[in-house]
């Protein structure tokens, strides 16, 4: 199995991904090889302050040029055919790599990605999903940002892709589908949380256990949480913020009480390198997004993620949920 | 300055609510009365447990009926019109009291309020903001879920009104007014709120500082954050949820450890019973809205808030922003 990663995505690339890449190479199976996308001279020399150094499934595939903040998403392919970002997202198109992960920009991810790799069938917008921690383990939401404006069939799809990659990659056999809104009841909501889950509640394929709350997203007790990527980049944002300034003036609490107490197992439940990457589901290939500012610890399991994809072959099992769904997408209709 | 309390709205009626009504007549000025509405009986025998009782400014109305939870709310005006949320808003609007309170359905004051008090001019929908706590003070948020499904110039009017509370409740003398949406740049984010961003940045009246993301929440620096009901209600339920869960996480590792670390100081940060209730904004008068499972301190809390808003001359404020605003509300348009 062979997985592109852009090596020029991050803050400080290409430390961290040559970092994170050899560090996945040593964690998982002799059958990756990973091809690290990017400046060649840049990353070899990155290569060569590493020791053992698994060089037989390590390759670089030379790009010379990097997707910066300030170019328009929708751009890069005709504007920089040669980026990192593009190069990779065609090795993974033309079959060359099975799976593409990028820290770079979210919005030339997104749009190479559609472009080059295609939506799958009955997906009329693909969606950014992230696993966040909850009381009861890691939840995926879907959308995280990507589709501010939804309409329910869009949610509905989500939900379905959630589903599936609930089952491969979060080992749940049927995973739990929440709908976020204002109240538990069926007539909370705005229109469009009502419209959804009166959809999703018809859809007997899912196992929609019925709109959750604010409050639910801490509880937990399911699998796959849907909602617009509005309120899910509200959410997400607010979450990582408020878990950074919670444990932050506990620490400095304890520090100034001069308390010995460790916390690093509760640390390690709201570091979110420990989630890896977002997935990018409903195109057709595994394209995972890490943060810009990502460790090589987000890096390392965002390729975990992508491998673990790629081996139980998550597109498959998304064609065939798509194509057994009752709902129709916009393409359709 | 009279102010009437509804007893028989929290999961402890009227224990809790004649625990509060006592401690807010001792706390503040002498000037105050309060009016406990409800069954004289129990909160007779309740005034009866407790010492040194101002009584001089402390009566009863009674109220033979209660609103529970089942009731529907646009109901409750014409099938309990005895309940103690009706007598009490009857009492503000005939002006013999000059404020209210309950911690009974929201829904029910909601629509009690709007039929009795009735709206304000200019505008549209009134709102219900709460108080949330950020690393840099209280932000009143609006609205916290009452308006589901917003238009942009139910938006602008929840900034209005939330600039005039800052200005009295919350000493603030030009509040800074965020809106909620998924990037600080005025083309991120829903249709909704891109247009709302527009009609914010052409007010010359208002303080608007631009779009605030989920982060910013915690981070805080401004006094007035602008979002329509849904987002507002999850992050609400969210927001108390996770400080709930972080600081009992917490807690418990303390106490596996045996630490003795006092974190009072931090935990007062995120009582919410410290914040006291939700002001109902937009209606002819004041009306506040506590938890139903409010503690006495919330409740004396709230008393307080609305104490302020009569002694700052709240709606008088309202009425002369509203006034001099550009934007049209849907009446006159």
Redesign the interface.
């Known amino acids: 199995m062979r997985i592109a990663v852009d090596a020029m995505g991050t803050d400080l690339a290409p430390t961290t991904e040559v970092e994170g890449a050899i560090g996945a190479l040593r964690q998982l199976g002799p059958d990756l090889e990973i091809l690290l996308i990017g400046d060649r001279d840049q990353i070899e020399a990155e290569i060569g302050r590493h020791e053992d150094v698994p060089h037989d499934r390590l390759s670089i595939v030379h790009a010379s040029e990097r997707v910066s903040a300030s170019d328009s998403p929708s751009a890069v392919l005709r504007k920089k055919p040669d980026s990192s970002i593009v190069v990779g997202l065609k090795l993974h198109g033309s079959g060359e790599a099975d799976a593409f992960l990028s820290a770079g920009s979210t919005g030339a991810v997104m749009a190479g990605s559609l472009f080059i790799l295609k939506r799958l069938e009955g997906v009329d917008r693909p969606t950014v999903g992230t696993t966040i921690p909850t009381?009861s383990g890691p939840l995926l939401m879907l959308d995280a940002?990507t589709n501010?404006?939804c309409k329910p069939q869009h949610l509905v799809q989500f939900a379905h892709l959630g589903k599936i990659y609930a089952q491969d990659l979060m080992k749940s056999e049927n995973p739990r589908i929440g709908l976020?809104?204002?109240g538990s009841e069926p007539e909370k909501?705005?229109?469009t949380?009502l419209a959804t889950h009166a959809l999703l509640r018809d859809e007997p394929s899912l196992n929609f256990i019925g709109n959750v709350?604010?409050?639910?997203?801490?509880?937990g007790g399911f699998e796959v949480l849907v909602c617009?990527?509005?309120?899910g980049?509200?959410?997400?944002?607010?979450?990582?913020?408020?878990?950074?300034?919670?444990?932050g003036?506990?620490g400095r609490?304890?520090k100034e009480?001069q308390?010995?107490?460790?916390?690093s197992?509760?640390m390690k439940?709201?570091d979110w390198a420990e989630y890896g990457g977002a997935p990018l589901l409903g195109v057709n290939g595994v394209s995972i997004i890490c943060h810009g500012h990502s460790p090589p610890a987000a890096i390392q399991n965002g390729i975990r993620e992508a491998y673990n994809a790629v081996r139980s072959d998550l597109i498959a099992h998304m064609r065939r949920e798509l194509a057994a769904t009752t709902q129709p997408s916009e393409e359709t209709t």
Chains 1, 2 share one sequence.
């Open positions: 009381a940002g501010v404006d976020l809104s204002v909501g705005d229109e949380t709350e604010g409050r639910d997203v801490i509880t617009d990527g509005f309120v980049n509200v959410l997400l944002k607010f979450y990582e913020a408020a878990a950074g300034f919670l444990m003036t506990v609490a304890l009480q308390a010995r107490v460790d916390l197992d509760l439940t709201f």
